[in-house]
């Protein structure tokens, strides 16, 4: 066989055990999106200097300093999505609707009767903060390498022994009674659905895949995620001679997030074990399915102030701290195959991960700071234009166990930092090579949105906006010039690349009541990857697939001022 299978054995990136964490699920988490009521949206979200909208309680608090009277309200979303996969020009493409609920709450102002403190409001919203929902699918017509050499590869790059991956019945390998370092999920699986062939001694084996010299075939992906993040808030504030207005904002939090994957490849001439006799040559017809799902509550903080120094001016700051979150995963995978000629050991079929159980695990999690600055100007009783600006530390997210929120920066030199650093650490910190990946792949995002909005009658308006979100991922990762490390028993990940937003709407006052209705086209580019390259050897190529992920929602709000 030639270099291009034996560079898996060269492969620093692993995939680790199932309980370990991923920078890729830290981003999963803590995705933002933009959803709110028909005017919030409609104007592109810019709304950090304005408020007297039921979103802004999320986005600056003190938007409810603004309000002189009580409001009840709630927004409805419908929102259809297309996706589309590149493969070197191979494009397949999907397509899916999904309807929201995306904010409902309202708002109680209390009149002080005095000129220096008019009023103090109270404020309660169910808001969607984010919304997972994205599906994808993909293929490629002709593989220079195979996920089977990569699992290969991080059985050599974890020294994994036959007896590590080899059940008995005594010996279960995916929960070991040894005592002994447990083996990657993956390379257990591997092993056990044939698509990896352990070479030499037992006792220290070199792993090959599947694909070798005059290996040829194709490939094929699929991705569904659903979730979403929730968030309940209880806000208060007022204003200060209705020059100053000032809130703050209690937030608690429901994640929920799934993802269902898929990988299959169709091999010509692949390489398999023949019965402990080396390797013979068949075609090899398998997949790998993994399920994850995330539950879990937290909480966060924010605090804003608008300033009003003329009528015709505003503006706005806003901060807001992480969520902290209190996380329970649960998690399986399993491979289907399928050979022909088929060798006469090989048997059973699926090969499942945990005996078919799903595993489980639980920890802590804190996503980003976030920072907003907003100005606003108001022209006459017609128009108003406004921008915001919000900077996200995305590296700056963080793992911990469940039994604290503990990180330090203990790092054994000793323990280069690959794999077998994950064994070796401090046990203060577990997750501290996880931590350290999300501040390699990862870096601050910088949001930009404007909105106008012109009053053409007393009672209807016009509104239009734009948005745009600048890439989350540092360039070294998304070029392919670190290890990309995953967990559990999934080696695919997506990189997001920018996101724009472009809005319009329509606003409709009568008396005490109001409608609102909005369009928002929303467009999302991303890169997939089957598994993480090797930035050692340009040879050892991973599938990639561009991907173009496309919104198109409808957004009515209707309430009551009183």
Known sequence: MNKLILSGALL??????????????????????????????????????????????????????????????????????????????????????????????????????????????VGFTYNKAASFNRRYRGGFQSLSNSMSNYIAGVSNSAGVTV????????YDPYNPNDGGFPAPWISILGFDSYINTPLGSADDPHWVGLMGDGTTGTGSFS??????????????????????????DFGITDLRFT???????????????????GLTRTNANWNLRNAYSVSGNGFNYKLGVIVKPIQEL???????????????????????YAYTPAPDHVTGNPALTNGGTP?????????????????????????????????????????????????????????????????????????????KDIESYYQSTHTFRVGAEYRVTPQFSVRAGYSFVSSPVRSEAKNGDLNIYTAGTNPSY?????????????????????VDVAYVYKHLSSEYHAFSPDPQSSSFAAPQAKLSLDNSQIVLSAGLRF
């Open 314 to 336: 505003r503006i706005g700051l806003a901060f807001h701290t992480p969520t902290w979150y209190n996380i329970d995963e649960a998690y399986s995978a399993g491979i289907n």
């Open 359 to 435: 595993g489980s695990n639980s920890y802590n999690f804190r996503t980003p700071w976030r920072v907003i600055a907003s100005l606003a100007g108001v022209i006459g009783n017609n128009f108003i234009i406004s921008a915001d600006y919000e900077w996200a530390g995305y590296g700056k997210m963080r793992f911990s166990d469940a039994s604290n929120y503990y990180y330090d920066d203990y790092y054994d030199p000793f323990y280069p930092y690959d794999y077998a650093a994950t064994r070796s650490l401090s046990p203060n910190d577990s997750y501290y090579p996880t931590n």
């Open 259 to 277: 993802q269902s994957t898929f990988w299959g490849e169709n091999l010509n001439d692949a390489y398999i074990d023949d019965n402990n006799q």
């Open 163 to 170: 007896g590590d991956v080899t059940s008995t019945g005594s």
């Open 12 to 121: 620093a990136a692993s995939v680790a055990g199932a309980s370990a964490q991923s920078a890729i699920d830290a981003f999963n988490f803590s995705r933002s999106d933009m959803k709110g009521t028909a005017r919030f949206m409609s104007m592109g979200g810019a709304f950090g200097a304005l408020g007297g909208d039921l979103t802004t309680l999320s986005q600056n608090p003190a938007g409810i300093g603004v309000y002189r009277s009580h409001e009840l309200g709630f927004t409805l979303n419908l929102d259809c999505q297309h996706s589309q996969s590149d493969a070197a020009g191979y494009k397949l493409s999907d397509n899916q609707v999904k309807f929201l609920l995306n904010n409902i709450g309202g708002v109680a102002t209390f009149k002080l009767n005095s000129s220096t403190f008019p009023n103090f409001n």
């Open 494 to 514: 997506t990189f997001d690349n920018t996101t724009n937003y472009i809005t319009c709407g329509l606003g409709y006052r009568v008396k005490k009541f109001y």
């Open 223 to 248: 991705v569904e995620e659903t979730g979403h993040v929730d968030e309940y808030n209880i806000s208060i504030g007022g204003n200060i001679a209705n020059v100053v207005y000032w809130g703050m």
